[in-house]
């Protein structure tokens, strides 16, 4: 099994699962906070000492919670708005510790019942992993134990910060964990799946279907780059020979290992080796030239014949042999996937006429 651990897949997901969520609650979060900044200072007065303190204990937790929030959850369409909360909330901070750091002679203690709230609601949180809560609830407790220091609280009341704390962190942290582990299995599961709908089963190479679903994706990559595609139709030679010499289950060895060598042949993330039904197979090869495509056209019938698999019934040779038909495309040649294709298989008809173990390249811009 993979590990999903450092996949950045995994990562989009999961963000992208949860962006919603955790950008309306940043939102609500940046608002309530500046509505309760509102209600308190026309309350006490913005020289009041005890509203600086009120606000240090509001808005400390608050910065790493919405850099966090903003950061991991962020996509190109909100990106800005994202980021103008976050800084939001960094400046209105920024001064609020500042002037606490001025005032910070004042005998008051701060009561921490908001705190825990803080991470009580970190807990919750469903766009970061169980790690980053952790270290926010950990900072918070080690700002909140500093601030009892500064102001020379009680061992009680360092007591009884540790225990509150220390019992929301234990237990946010052990229900995190079982969270983030129930969504890593369905993300698993999902793939799995997904998987399994996109392969061809006896050999491992992508199947039909998702073929049909990623070729035209392809094509608009290679336009997009300015880049060319080498598109062939494979066909194994004499194959209904081979599997009544041999026997079928023979045929299905022969075919999965044609398929794991034409799988060799992958070099660029996006070259696809697909078994478009029987013993025919599609190989695109991503970013090539014009002159390129010759020379792979040649190593894919090469690559067939170098696994030397007996074909004592073939009459053109004592192996296996496979012959393609092979177009090379680019975003300036303007054909359809359906005239590509209808190409390839003109030119894999010329290869099987033309004696069979052979690769026919069919220049397209000269159509
Ligand atoms: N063992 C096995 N055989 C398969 C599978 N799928 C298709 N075939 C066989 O592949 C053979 C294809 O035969 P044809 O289409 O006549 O082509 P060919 O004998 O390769 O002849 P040419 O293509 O003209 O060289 C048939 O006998 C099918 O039964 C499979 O999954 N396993």
Redesign the pocket.
């Known amino acids: 099994m993979f590990s999903i651990r450092h996949s950045p897949d995994y990562i989009r997901k999961f963000n992208s699962d949860y962006s919603v969520e955790s950008r309306l609650a940043s939102y609500a979060a940046s608002v309530a906070l500046i509505l309760f900044t509102l209600w308190d200072a026309s309350d006490l007065g913005w020289q009041s000492q005890e509203l600086l303190l009120i606000l240090l204990v509001r808005f400390v937790p608050m910065i790493p919670i919405l850099i966090l929030m903003q950061c991991w959850t962020r996509s190109n369409k909100h990106y800005r708005v994202d980021i103008l909360v976050t800084l939001m909330g960094i400046a209105l901070c920024v001064p609020i510790v500042f002037s606490y750091w001025i005032y910070h002679s004042v005998g008051q203690w701060l009561d921490f019942n908001a705190l825990m709230l803080a991470i009580t609601a970190v807990f919750f949180l469903p766009s970061i992993f169980y790690q980053q809560k952790l270290i926010i609830g950990l900072s918070a407790l080690f700002v909140y134990l500093l601030y009892l220091v500064l102001v020379s609280a009680s061992a009680d009341v360092f007591i009884q910060a540790g225990l509150y704390l220390g019992l929301i962190i234990t237990v946010g942290s052990l229900h995190s964990v079982s969270f983030d582990a129930h969504r890593k299995a369905n993300y698993q599961k999902n793939l799995f799946l997904k998987d399994l709908a996109h392969t061809d089963q006896?050999t491992g190479a992508e199947n039909r279907h998702k073929f049909e679903e990623r070729f035209e994706q392809l094509m608009k990559s290679a336009r997009e780059q300015d880049t060319g595609l080498g598109i062939a139709i494979v066909?194994?030679?004499?194959?209904?020979?081979f599997?009544d010499f041999y026997g079928?289950m023979k045929?299905?060895d022969c075919?999965i290992r044609v398929a794991k060598a034409f799988l060799r042949l992958r070099e660029h993330e996006l070259d696809r080796c697909v078994r478009f039904g029987?013993?025919e197979f599609i190989l695109i090869k991503y970013g090539v030239s014009a002159n390129q495509v010759q020379w792979w056209a040649q190593a894919i019938v090469e690559q067939v014949r170098r696994l030397n698999i007996d074909h004592q019934d073939s009459p053109i040779a004592q192996c296996v042999t496979a012959s393609a038909g092979v177009v090379y495309w680019d975003g300036s040649i303007g054909l359809t996937r359906t005239q590509l294709m209808k190409t390839a298989d003109d030119a894999l008809y010329r290869a099987?006429n033309n004696g069979?173990d052979r690769a026919e390249v069919e220049e397209t811009h000269k159509l």
């Open positions: 006896l066909d194994i030679d004499f194959f209904k020979r599997n079928h045929g299905d075919l029987g013993e099987k069979r």
